[in-house]
């Protein structure tokens, strides 16, 4: 039985050996498909970058793809802060619920909860919706950049996902149980 190793024909007499060529990374198989490194790699050829019209190929496309995957990953952050933000703001339908609860020496005593709901058809969920969407796209994204295992794009993600987060969380509120022991 002959097969083609990577050019060349080897022949076995066992026909239940088989022979799977591995092209060498960056090199086309099949259906035009690039294999991609699976370790870590400071190079900046023949990186693609989630479109297959998309390689890049010189220091200066890296530094670019670099700075682009940055933003993007600032954008990541900030948008989520954003969408909290907004999440508040168009709360509606705010209730105030009383209900008497047994006070001390027999009174009776008034406890009032705030109850806060949002309608399904409303502008500020469809648009929240639309948000939502968007911020699943940019992380998948970012996961796929990351997952090239090229150093650089990795710390782009790392570094704009930190950025973002210096700039845009300093102003979130942060409620902190003081009953909870397990930080």
């Known amino acids: 039985m002959d097969h083609q190793m990577n050019g060349s024909a080897v022949s076995t007499s066992d026909p239940h ?19 991609m490194e699976m370790t870590f790699h400071f190079s900046y050829t023949n990186v693609p970058l989630l479109f297959s019209g ?4 010189t220091a200066g496309e890296m530094a670019g ?3 682009a995957v940055f933003f993007l990953a600032m954008f990541y952050e900030g948008l989520k802060i954003a969408r909290e933000s907004l999440l508040r ?4 339908s705010i209730r105030y619920n009383s ?11 008034m406890e009032t909860h705030k109850t806060v709901g949002q309608q399904m058809l409303s502008v500020p969920h469809i648009f929240q919706t639309a948000l939502h969407i968007i911020q699943v796209v940019v992380s998948y994204f970012l996961m796929l950049i990351f997952m090239t295992y090229n150093a650089y794009l990795c710390i782009a993600v790392a570094a ?4 973002g987060y210096f700039f845009f969380s300093w102003k979130k509120a942060v409620v902190v149980d003081i009953t909870e022991h397990c930080h």
């Open 17 to 35: 050996t088989h022979h799977h060529t591995t092209p060498s990374p960056g090199h086309s198989h099949g259906g035009g498909m690039m294999m």
């Open 89 to 92: 703001k168009s709360q509606v």
């Open 65 to 67: 793809a670099f700075v």
């Open 54 to 57: 998309l390689v890049i190929n």
């Open 160 to 163: 704009g996902a930190g950025t």
């Open 99 to 109: 209900m008497p609860v047994p006070g001390p020496n027999g009174t009776v005593l």
